[in-house]
C-alpha cells in the first residue's frame, strides 16, 4: 500500500487551515503565515494532514516521529488483514467412502481458516456422457459430508473439468451446530 506524501511546511499551498498544536490542542482556524510561525516558534514541522477538508487540517509535529507512528499504524492494518484465498478439494465419480470423509474434513479445515472451498467433481471419458442430475447429485452428498457449516458462494454448475460449485464459511451457522453438538453432548 503505498501512501502519498504529506506536505509540509513551505510545501503546503492553503491559505489558511486548522491547525492541531504540538500537544493535540485546536488553535483554531489560522492562516498559512500564523500557522507557520507557530510550528517554528515550537521548533517542529507544519503538516497538513487532511488536504481535502475545508478548511485543510494541518498538525504541529515533528515530521519524522509522525511517518514512524503512520508506518506503524499501517504496518498493524496490515498484519490484521487477513488474505483469504479459494482452495481446491477435487472428487471423481468413483471416489471411495473413505477416500471422500478425508477430503471432506480437510475442505472443513480449509473453512475454518477462513478460506473459501471449491469442490470438483471431475470428469473423464466416459463419465462426460453421464446424467448431470446424478453428476450433480454425487457433488452434492459431497458437500453434505463436510462437517463444518458453509454457505455456498457459487452454485453447483458445468466447468471445464466436470461440475463445480465454490463453498465459503458461515460462522452463525457454525456456532448454531456446535452448540447443537454440545446440548446432545450433555444430553447423553
Not at 491559505?15 to 492562516?31: K, P, Q, S
Not at 507557530?38 to 494532514?49: F, R, W, Y
Not at 496490515?78 to 483469504?84: E, F, G, R, T
Amino acid at each position: 500500500m503505498i501512501t502519498e506524501r504529506l506536505r509540509i511546511n513551505t510545501e503546503i499551498r492553503a491559505r489558511e487551515m486548522r491547525v492541531i498544536g504540538a500537544n493535540g490542542e485546536n488553535l483554531g482556524i489560522l492562516a498559512f503565515a500564523a500557522a507557520l510561525a507557530a510550528a517554528k516558534a515550537a521548533g517542529l514541522d507544519l503538516i497538513e494532514i487532511s488536504p481535502t477538508a475545508v478548511p485543510p487540517v494541518a498538525r504541529i509535529a515533528d515530521y519524522g516521529k509522525f511517518e514512524y507512528e503512520r508506518s506503524k499504524k499501517e504496518k498493524a492494518v496490515k498484519a490484521k488483514a487477513k488474505v483469504s484465498e479459494t482452495k481446491e478439494v477435487q472428487i471423481k465419480v468413483g471416489t471411495g467412502e473413505h477416500d471422500m470423509l478425508l477430503k471432506a474434513r480437510k475442505a472443513a479445515e480449509w473453512l475454518a481458516e477462513g478460506h473459501r472451498v471449491r469442490a470438483e467433481l471431475f470428469l473423464k471419458g466416459r463419465y462426460k456422457g453421464m446424467d448431470e442430475a446424478f453428476l450433480k447429485d454425487r457433488l452434492q452428498k459431497f458437500l453434505a459430508r463436510i462437517p463444518y457449516a458453509f454457505k455456498v458462494a457459487e452454485p453447483i454448475a458445468k466447468s471445464p473439468k466436470g461440475f463445480a460449485g465454490v463453498i465459503e464459511r458461515d460462522l452463525a451457522g457454525q456456532q448454531k451446530r456446535e452448540k447443537e453438538q454440545k446440548q446432545n453432548n450433555e444430553n447423553q
